[in-house]
């Protein structure tokens, strides 16, 4: 299956701030990568739907001013959550959409909010 | 979208073999079933996908009945490492409800 990485792993910030963090598909030119955050002890929630040289797609309820989604090429997306408050702390997770159609997905980043 | 509904939790020994299974009544024509594994702070792994009878491969086996309404993961001689959520996801190739998590089966694996 598809590697995918992510970078930073862990990433602490200040209120008001703004966080990018990098999804990567290291080994599969990925059309579409999904963006998903998970809060302690629930499960994954989609955030979006990134398209490789299109607009995110993103789910009811997910502010697309406050989590900018870029997906300039078939190897990179990146999400940026703007003026980070300490509710947005969560482990965000990315994933890319395989041949099959399964997912295959990175590692997470751990976003903490001072 | 194909509901599913998974043991909350489960547990094991090691050396023994595990089963979960995912019940999917409303499963439609061209829905496929796909199993996940997650580790603590870890990002979900892909196990196996099936659509009917049975697949296996090198992790697990999937026990799909004629019906195809429910789903068994079978994880062969658990260890310790294989303490993790299972989540079973239920939708057409490439559809919305296979980006649908819910809340998946903590399995625990004991010595």
């Known amino acids: 299956g598809a590697v995918v990485s992510q970078h930073p792993s862990r990433v602490i910030c200040k209120s008001g701030t703004s966080v990018k963090i990098e999804c990567r598909s290291l080994d599969f030119q990925a059309t579409t990568m999904f963006w998903y955050r998970q809060f302690p002890k629930q499960s994954l929630m989609l955030m979006a739907t990134?398209?490789?040289?299109?607009?995110?797609?993103?789910e009811q309820g997910v502010e697309k001013d406050k989590f900018l989604i870029n997906h300039a090429s078939l190897t990179l997306s990146t999400l940026t959550v703007t003026s980070a408050h300490p509710e947005d702390s969560s482990f965000y997770i990315c994933s890319v959409l395989g041949e099959g159609y399964e997912q295959y997905f990175g590692p997470g980043t751990r976003l903490t909010v001072t | 979208l194909a509901k599913t509904t998974q043991p909350i939790s489960m547990d094991s020994y090691e050396g023994q073999e595990v089963n979960i299974t995912c019940s999917h009544n409303?499963?439609?024509?061209?829905?496929?079933i796909t199993w996940y594994q997650q580790f603590p702070s870890q990002g979900p792994r892909f196990i196996i996908q099936?659509?009917?009878t049975k697949v296996t491969n090198e992790v697990a086996s999937l026990f799909i009945p004629a019906d195809r309404k429910s789903s068994t993961l079978s994880l062969p001689r658990v260890s310790l490492s294989d303490t993790a959520v299972y989540y079973c996801?239920?939708?057409?190739?490439?559809?919305?409800?296979?980006?649908?998590f819910g809340k998946g089966t903590m399995l625990l694996v004991s010595p």
């Open positions: 996801l239920v939708g057409e190739v490439g559809g919305y409800s296979t980006l649908t």
């Open positions: 409303n499963i439609a024509t061209n829905d496929y």
């Open positions: 990134s398209n490789e040289g299109s607009k995110a797609t993103y």
């Open positions: 099936g659509y009917k």
